[in-house]
């Protein structure tokens, strides 16, 4: 049960979009550098995977230890080596470096951009006046995706916060909405929409999945996350849109145990890039420094899990 | 396959306490005052349930909504009415209220207290002065679960520090362990008391159950959290205590969809109460203001859950 | 130049208010108990000062370790004492706690109370929230004044937030002012207000007076603060008032040395008590526990401040 | 009064240094980009003011706001104006680029960096990993100044955590101290030092040199801070070093109501940017976005305590 490569008129990246953008990771090689072939090996399974788009440079793609050199050229191999469009993360704590990233993605020929608020943004005029600093930097034509993630983050979005953003900046098209909890949050902003209180865009779901079971019956439009069987996330994604919650609800079910141990802070990501070395669409696991290894125990879980899960989904039979 | 009565020696507080204690909630009538007749039938439900003892007054239990007098008086009351060991949460930004509550709780008869740090503690020295304040309030020979919960308490406890707290306070039984992540830090202190670097203690892992699949195997005794099928816990003990790995994953994974439910911030209390609700053990899933509700879109994704649940559980046939 | 009894006329806890508001210390015995007949002395210092009133259980004195007994008890001795109107510090995790104490001062004879949010309020909806629920605790009659302190209370509210908070609640008839920087803030509200953008409502300054030589220039009506020479808080106060600036100036810069050492952290509240014992308003400076105390060598360079402040002001001659 | 040039066996960057490091503002034009001619004049009003060295790139040099190939030639070329050692701070939330910025400054002639943590380091586990990372990305022979900010930084070192990282790092040469409260920590790590439980080390105090009349006598070296008159703290650390306690204590009282305006959060910068201005090191006070400055009202309460301290101070005169 592969996912079929998607019509052209699927895909984008503004206020309609829908479907599912992977979180790409960033390969590495031993030696700590860029190990460009697993980099287009993983463009080339995030695609394979029927995804509508892909997000690059997000902080589960380490974006925060590259040299701005070696962010400019991650967005350049893979915008050259996919037809989907690319989201790329440009948080900053430096404005300069973010509207520098931004300009370079979009001239290479990105889809849009990707920004966050970070845990000293405490009262709302201060993330209000974040995001009005960060569409200054990124020009007020760039698309772009806000994340709302405090768990990570710290940075707490109401709903009349997200509101207030949205309405103004029209160039934000998109919601990569995974507070914690989420599903009451995207049943009001979607009543807030309807109600003409905030214009529309799109919403995509993260938190590692873990609720993806029940998002789309509350308003999400797909999913934006990194789990590393993106196939999986499109499959239950079209099984959502069919209507059938059953068969959705099996199949996410059979994946929870493991998008539960992706989740995990710090750790989540070796899980991550675990799998998706065993699925053969990286060549190696490691992580920039300072970054987290999976222990042989570790692997043995994932192994044990992987095991468990093949009996109910063949893309876990590796 | 309900849970049998245990027998009183396996019952207990202590460094060698095995199995499982439910953190209790606090039920409330739907005036805000405490319902006295539910508190007597959840101590049944959670004494039926097959479990080693109850926390209660925990954070889940609403413990810092409630006046000195309601928690003493909640603190006697399970006391009175089970026999098996009571834990009593008594952390408080009071140290005089804390050691007041303790000694309050011990003279009732309960087995011991739990304390845990809070945010303003960053430095490992800031960390030990408060439980040296704590302990000086209780008193030294008041056996005591530390909480290790850094998501919701935001205090940082590195394994040294577990050891340092663990060293210089015998009277410290049990490590209540829900870090995030937390298997390899399990197999980190087993391996640091195999090697005599600090001594001996129960560890009962919580963060509601999310990773009771593999927390045994990597060194827990137990749990010590919520979830409202503490029933389902005590058997997945004994599964994992007679090494049915398989099993133990089987019914771990059917209960997981709910465990992610009651396990998210704010409205997983809702969760929780709801399911003792409809389980009988409580008459009413109202919390004390400020709480938050299940809305009824809420309400049936959890009784969706419970259908889906009831085909492999048949405890959750209601 | 020492003060004069206000006239009844002049006291008052409103929208009006104008003048000092010390926040008194809790004096306690070496044993750690209540010394009740230093705090008579300390009340009668403070009303001997000049001050319009007095606020007591605050952050500062040390309320968080006091049991609700002690607390009512101060506040009963406190407001049969003195003439002057008292206002009561309620913050508590527990809002059940916090109406309580609400209300049996003001059954006592108190003439308001104070409110803070805390570290854990994120947004405005969630600072919104806390306001909300504490109005609801102390009953929408209680005039209260609101703390607006994010150095030690980690919570960021903005000019729009306290508009929205003062336009909600009729009830809160003070602002005691002490963000960090604080000019051009105090500005910014007496705009708003001149705009018909938010109500009216007296502001007394804080920060341990760090800024009281610009503060009432820029619209403040007073300081709500504990330096240990309210006298001077008072005759500054005066100073402003009849527009003597240099006055004004000559007279903070003699006490900024030493308002800056009762302006650190922790320690702050040790050179405080410290004072108020050398002045002879309380006979030890004892806080309860966990506290700081000064070291012999932190003493001298107070009285060597208080030395060097005699030359310039008699009240320093002890 | 004005302050000598130091002869250049006094100056250096080492565990000996004594004397005064101010903190470099980054001037810039009107239109945002760096300043060149104004660096220039800086750089030489620094060495004028009879500094030992000169610290580039801190926070309040706007360094987190400026392109790597930025912070490089302002590195390059403060070290080429001046025979005053530089120290360049390095701190970025990526190890590579940290470690980018080191490398390039050393190879220019920076006499070492400086270092510090950041808000996510809760555990002291997490803050020696931290400094393990720093030190492997800068090179073991590298010298560098720990500073030690919590009210800025959030992250909070204790004595023994000094020791440990100290004892850990020989390369760390210096101690940025500006803890708050700051003296008696002084005072304990000059005690630990003498007690051979922790090496050797410069200590220049800062937190904007609001304790720097009484900062020498607990064991402080002299002082690493921005004031906006480097040369007023240059003559109080050699009243200081020559015993002068009274007129150190005067020149630093006449001093102070300036040294509290600068040592507010945010437009604190301001106002020395304005005051450098004024005193002709930089031809204008704006920052890069996004900056805070100073209203009318704000410049002319700066301009009113200048002219006070012009009577006492001539340096003010301006």
Redesign the interface.
């Known amino acids: 049960m592969n996912a079929q490569p998607k019509p052209v008129a699927e895909l984008g990246f503004n206020t309609a979009t829908k479907g599912v953008y992977p979180i790409a990771a960033t390969p590495f090689n031993p030696d700590q550098s860029v190990d460009w072939d697993s980099l287009d090996r993983l463009t080339d399974f995030y695609e394979a995977s029927g995804a509508t788009g892909i997000t690059i440079l997000g902080i589960l793609g380490e974006a925060?230890?590259?040299?701005?050199e070696e962010s400019r050229e991650i967005a350049a191999r893979v915008i050259r080596r996919t037809r989907l469009p690319i989201v790329v993360g440009v948080s900053n704590?430096?404005?300069?470096?973010m509207g520098?990233l931004a300009k370079e993605s979009m001239d290479l020929g990105a889809a849009g951009v990707m920004i966050a608020g970070h845990?000293a943004l405490?009262?709302?005029?201060?993330i209000a006046?974040h995001f009005r600093?960060a569409v200054?930097a990124i020009g007020p034509d760039t698309p772009w995706a806000l994340q709302d993630y405090?768990l990570t983050l710290?940075?707490?979005?109401?709903?009349?916060?997200i509101a207030r953003i949205m309405t103004e900046h029209p160039s934000c098209v998109m919601l990569k909405a995974e507070d914690?909890?989420q599903?009451?949050k995207l049943?009001t902003i979607r009543s807030w929409q309807k109600d003409g209180k905030m214009p529309a865009f799109s919403i995509l779901t993260a938190n590692g999945g873990?609720?993806l079971?029940?998002e789309p019956e509350?308003g999400s439009d797909g999913a934006m996350t990194g789990y590393a069987f993106p196939d999986a996330l499109v499959e239950m994604d079209a099984l959502h849109r069919r209507g059938e919650r059953d068969a959705a609800?099996d199949l996410?079910?059979a994946h929870?145990?493991m998008i539960?141990m992706e989740q995990?802070?710090?750790?989540?990501l070796a899980v991550r890039k675990y799998l998706l070395m065993r699925r053969g669409a990286i060549a190696c696991d490691i992580q920039?420094?300072?970054g987290t290894a999976l222990?042989a125990?570790?692997r043995s879980?994932i192994d044990y899990l992987l095991e468990?899960l093949a009996r109910k989904d063949a893309r876990a039979r590796l």
Do not use: I
């Open positions: 925060g230890k590259l040299d701005p704590p430096s404005f300069t470096a520098r845990a405490r009262s709302d005029e201060q006046a600093s200054d405090p710290s940075v707490v979005l109401s709903v009349p916060m914690w909890p599903l009451e049943s873990l609720f079971d029940f509350r609800h996410f079910d929870l145990p539960r995990q802070a710090g750790v989540g920039r420094k300072p222990t125990q570790g879980e468990r």
